[in-house]
């Protein structure tokens, strides 16, 4: 079945440095969208890009998107210690579906 | 603006008793609503999700089911519960249609022992 796979599995990185994770996927999609959890707590929708767009931005978050190589990433810039968190790509299963399918996700640690 | 509620917060039950968790949400209509559960430092797995009332998709044959007995309202069940069913379950909506982000619940934390 189609399933997002996010690396690195986890990631250290100091107060100010760039955040960088990647997602690949296996089917065609119409979307893909990146979510942030906290510990413990629900999941929050941070950014979606659609399969006709090939970058977007939201503040400090850069999307990407490669449909060719099925596979997108997303930049938190001048990272802080509240980014701390894990995320999450979700991609949905083409036309016409209703569900989504998330990845294993990528733990991110901002050290002050 | 729209709110969904997922309760209870935690539930430690014992092996072979039953289960219900609750999830319903609030300022929207004809949702898309969906189950997940989530294992300790994992991803989300979808178990379960509707596009109307009565309308259940299961994703995953288990020892679980789901109801959408009104509009607003999900679900999720189990006669008896198994030591593996323990988890973090997460109820999540999203606007009818595709193309849409999911907003989620603060999660049910359940401890089978």
């Known amino acids: 079945s189609q399933q997002g796979e996010e690396d690195p599995q986890a990631l250290s990185i100091q107060e100010g440095e760039n955040a960088t994770m990647n997602c690949s996927y296996k089917?065609?999609?119409?979307?893909l969208q990146w979510y942030r959890q906290n510990s413990g707590r629900g999941l929050v929708h941070l950014i979606l890009i659609r399969s006709n767009e090939r970058e977007k931005h939201s503040g400090r978050l850069r999307v990407t998107l490669d449909t060719s190589k099925k596979s997108s990433s997303l930049l938190i810039t001048a990272s802080r210690a509240a980014d701390t968190a894990s995320y999450f790509c979700?991609?949905?299963?083409?036309?016409?579906?209703?569900?989504?399918?998330f990845g294993t996700g990528t733990r991110l640690k901002v050290l002050a | 603006s729209q709110t969904i509620h997922q309760w209870p917060a935690t539930l430690v039950q014992p092996v072979g008793s039953p289960l219900s968790l609750e999830c319903t949400v609030e300022g929207t209509s004809n949702p898309n609503l969906y189950w997940y559960r989530q294992a300790a430092g994992r991803g989300l797995q979808l178990l379960f999700y509707s596009v109307g009332i009565g309308q259940i998709s299961s994703e995953v044959p288990q020892n679980l089911s789901a109801s959408r007995p009104q509009d607003r309202q999900f679900i999720l069940s189990s006669k008896k519960l198994l030591l593996s069913d323990s988890g973090f379950y997460l109820c999540?909506?999203?606007?009818?249609?595709?193309?849409?982000?999911?907003?989620f619940g603060p999660g049910t934390r359940l401890t089978v022992t």
């Open positions: 089917t065609s999609i119409n979307n």
């Open positions: 999540a909506w999203k606007v009818a249609g595709s193309s849409y982000e999911q907003y």
């Open positions: 979700a991609t949905d299963a083409g036309s016409g579906t209703y569900k989504y399918i």
